[in-house]
T-cell receptor, first 114, second 113 residues
Framework: GENVEQHPSTLSVQEGDSAVIKCTYSDSASNYFPWYKQELGKRPQLIID?????GEKKDQRIAVTLNKTAKHFSLHITETQPEDSAVYFC?????????????FGTGTRLKVLA | ETGVTQSPTHLIKTRGQQVTLRCSSQ?????VSWYQQALGQGPQFIFQYYREEENGRGNFPPRFSGLQFPNYSSELNVNALELDDSALYLC????????????FGPGTRLLVL
């Protein structure tokens, strides 16, 4: 069935360094790929998303790249700050002839060390 | 802060009981999706409602059902509760189906004893 694999499960970086989180999806009908940040006890918050007709998107320190051929997409955070510490989830939206499914990855716990 | 609200915030039930969770979508949004998030896991898609019709469903049994009302608020009903149903239940609203941005509510934490 549909699946989204996310790596790594945990990631520790020094403040100011870059962090990269990678996801791979299985269903070629996937056409929308959001990334969410979830702080402890809080709701997931969208931080960036990309649609299947675009290869890269950037918003200040955050960027997402998409490789449709390889079916993988990545989140890049540059100049990390302590407040970037959270759990990050990737997701893929599958459009199956007008019905939809959303598959989330298992999450990456990012810790930015001051 | 988004406009998606959920009630109740916490709930304790026993096995075999039934539960109804509620979600009010953000103003202007006509689509609501429901997710189950077990501790330490990613959200699992339950189903999506678009203009009062279910238009997508994940791998959940029929005892998970829902409704969407004309004002686009929504309910998630779970019958015959099992211990494994203990989780955080999130709803998310969006301005349309498919690849519209979803905004999550704060969730309802359900504990089944």
């Amino acid at each position: 069935g549909e699946n989204v694999e996310q790596h790594p499960s945990t990631l520790s970086v020094q403040e100011g360094d870059s962090a990269v989180i990678k996801c791979t999806y299985s269903d070629s009908a996937s056409n929308y790929f959001p990334w969410y940040k979830q702080e402890l006890g809080k709701r997931p918050q969208l931080i960036i998303d990309i649609r299947s007709n675009v290869g890269e998107k950037k918003d200040q320190r955050i960027a997402v790249t998409l490789n449709k051929t390889a079916k993988h997409f990545s989140l890049h955070i540059t100049e990390t700050q302590p407040e970037d510490s959270a759990v990050y989830f990737c997701a893929a939206s599958i459009d199956d002839s007008g019905t939809y499914k959303y598959i989330f990855g298992t999450g990456t716990r990012l810790k930015v060390l001051a | 802060e988004t406009g998606v609200t959920q009630s109740p915030t916490h709930l304790i039930k026993t096995r075999g009981q039934q539960v109804t969770l509620r979600c009010s979508s953000q103003s202007g949004h006509n689509t609501v999706s429901w997710y189950q998030q077990a501790l330490g896991q990613g959200p699992q898609f339950i189903f999506q409602y678009y203009r009062e019709e279910e238009n997508g469903r994940g791998n959940f049994p029929p005892r998970f059902s829902g409704l969407q009302f004309p004002n686009y608020s929504s309910e998630l009903n779970v019958n015959a509760l099992e211990l494994d149903d203990s989780a955080l239940y999130l709803c998310a609203s969006s301005a349309g189906q498919g690849y519209e941005t979803q905004y999550f509510g704060p969730g309802t934490r359900l504990l089944v004893l």
